[in-house]
């Protein structure tokens, strides 16, 4: 009877949100996810999703949906992945897409992979690697009639069934909905763009590739709400049964722990490809939380991950994990308009 009440709740989408309030009523969390829907406009009583600021005379006929990531007061270098941070992103982009507002994205010196070197070309990360989202600049938002400041309950406006934008918890319909947002909106700048398709071109060759993503390093702390760890082994044993089943070429490798890397080395010899350049760690600190005196360090993080996953989506097949890299793999992927010929995605659960 309990099962036959909860599919017809689902069924009804008003009825199935109200069922996971008074689930949910008692978890702190949930409850702020709630109540940042209804946060109240600063200069009125009222309560608003939106608030709308008069700041110039430009463009009067348009909405501007300012993204702005940039540096509060006593901010600190955030700890956020890339593919963390772009699939946020996503959702901003969509909310506003849904809208008809034309988006602004500023990610500023508190973003994980600001790096003092780059001013002279931008202090706006996210155009270290891409192109402005819309014809609007940085420069001209203050200038502009309607500006509307993206929020972070935004970010979850279109997602169903209680899922949140960081969450590990995403079905095909949402990467494919990603993988919309991802072609119409985002795109390599110049200078990422050709490096990366030559990495491509000259790493994998045209050959037929069977992509692995392994997320090690921080994964194996088990923290709460994030993927269940899967060994090594279980990787390596999976990978040799689809890539002899297949007759795959070669494998690609994209992981950030040294450990790994050197286990499919062992296993997998001349058959394995892979970024020699990486900066990769060990034990359980991931490269994006590291320092280190190389050249560039935090932009060629940012720009290492971001040819990781365009690497993966260049390849025939993948097996993967639940990770931020992985679903970007996929999404990817899709607004290239091509699909893998196998996906294995190895899940063992949320660790609650």
């Known amino acids: 009877m309990l099962k036959k009440l909860k599919e017809l709740i689902k069924k009804h989408d008003k009825l199935y949100v109200i069922a996971r309030c008074i689930k949910n009523i008692n978890d702190p969390e949930f409850y702020k996810l709630l109540k940042g829907y209804y946060e109240p406009a600063e200069k009125s ?15 009067p006929d348009k909405f501007i949906y300012f993204i702005d990531c940039a540096d509060g007061p006593r901010q600190k270098r955030g700890t956020s992945g890339m593919f963390a941070t772009i699939r946020r992103l996503l959702e901003w982009l969509n909310f506003a897409d849904i809208l008809g507002m034309i988006p602004v994205i500023l990610i500023g010196k508190s973003g994980t992979y600001y790096d003092k070197d780059m001013d002279h070309i931008t202090q706006n990360i996210f ?4 192109l402005p989202v ?6 001209e938002v203050n200038d502009c009639y309607n500006v509307i400041s993206h929020r972070s309950s935004n970010s ?20 494919r909905r990603l993988g919309y947002i991802y072609k119409k909106y985002i795109h390599l700048n110049e200078t990422a763009g050709q490096f990366i398709n030559s990495e491509i071109l000259n790493l994998l060759n045209n050959k037929k590739t069977l992509g692995i993503h392994i997320r090690g390093t ?16 279980e990787y390596i044993d999976i990978t040799r049964k689809i890539c002899e089943e297949n007759n795959y070429e070669q494998i690609f490798l994209a992981t950030d722990d040294l450990e790994v890397l050197k286990e499919f080395q062992n296993n997998f010899y001349n058959k394995l490809v892979y970024y020699n350049d990486a900066f990769r760690t060990s034990g359980i600190i991931g490269p994006h939380s590291t320092y280190n005196d190389r050249s560039l360090h935090h932009y060629k993080l940012g720009l290492e991950v971001i040819r990781d996953v365009y690497t993966l989506a260049s390849c025939d097949s993948l097996i993967c994990g639940l990770s931020q890299v992985s679903f970007a793999a996929r999404y990817v992927k899709i607004s290239m308009d091509q699909e893998y010929n196998i996906l294995k995605i190895i899940d063992h659960g949320i660790k609650q």
Do not use: C, M, R, V
């Open 156 to 175: 979850n406006f279109y997602l169903k069934h209680g899922y949140d934008s960081g969450s590990y918890e995403i079905t095909d319909d949402e990467i």
């Open 127 to 130: 155009e270290y690697y891409f």
């Open 134 to 139: 819309s014809e609007i600049s940085i420069d």
């Open 45 to 59: 009583n009222q309560y608003a999703l939106l608030t709308i600021e008069h700041l110039g005379d430009k463009y």
């Open 218 to 233: 921080d994964y194996k702390l088990g923290l709460k709400n994030h993927p269940n760890i899967i060994s090594i082994d």
